[in-house]
Nanobody, 127 residues
Framework: QLQLVESGGGLVQSGGSLRLSCRVS????????VGWFRQAPGKVREGVSC????????NYADSVKGRFTISRDSAKNTVYLQMNSLKPEDTAAYYC????????????????????WGQGSQVTVSS
């Protein structure tokens, strides 16, 4: 069973940066598709970004393209989400999730395939 633990959230001013970490345990993260999702109060959860199993193709929601970067450190079994130029509308609880890929297609920011979820990390961007 895969376990995921997020960290790195916090309070930041508009225009600032944060880096979220998703530490994966019990399995090798290189073989899984890993995604980042977020949910703001009163809104549905939305996909932010994902990274496929090796070789690690990436995908981003239009709202974060050019500002967020997803990456993976195989040695640390961790996936990161570097968030730059943060805006108040980025305020949300951020979750990482993983799934064993059923085909070689690139990962998706649609949450439906993802089986394993972390507990979430709060990001608050002040204006």
């Amino acid at each position: 069973q895969l376990q995921l633990v997020e960290s790195g959230g916090g309070l930041v001013q508009s225009g600032g940066s944060l880096r979220l970490s998703c530490r994966v345990s019990r399995r090798n993260v290189d073989y899984y598709n890993v995604g980042w999702f977020r949910q703001a109060p009163g809104k549905v959860r939305e996909g932010v970004s994902c990274i496929s199993s090796l070789p690690g193709r990436t995908n981003y929601a239009d709202s974060v393209k050019g500002r967020f970067t997803i990456s993976r450190d195989s040695a640390k079994n961790t996936v990161y989400l570097q968030m730059n130029s943060l805006k108040p509308e980025d305020t949300a609880a951020y979750y990482c999730a993983a799934v064993w890929p059923s085909d070689p297609a690139p990962c998706t920011v649609d949450e439906s395939p993802y089986e394993y979820w972390g507990q979430g990390s709060q990001v608050t961007v002040s204006s």
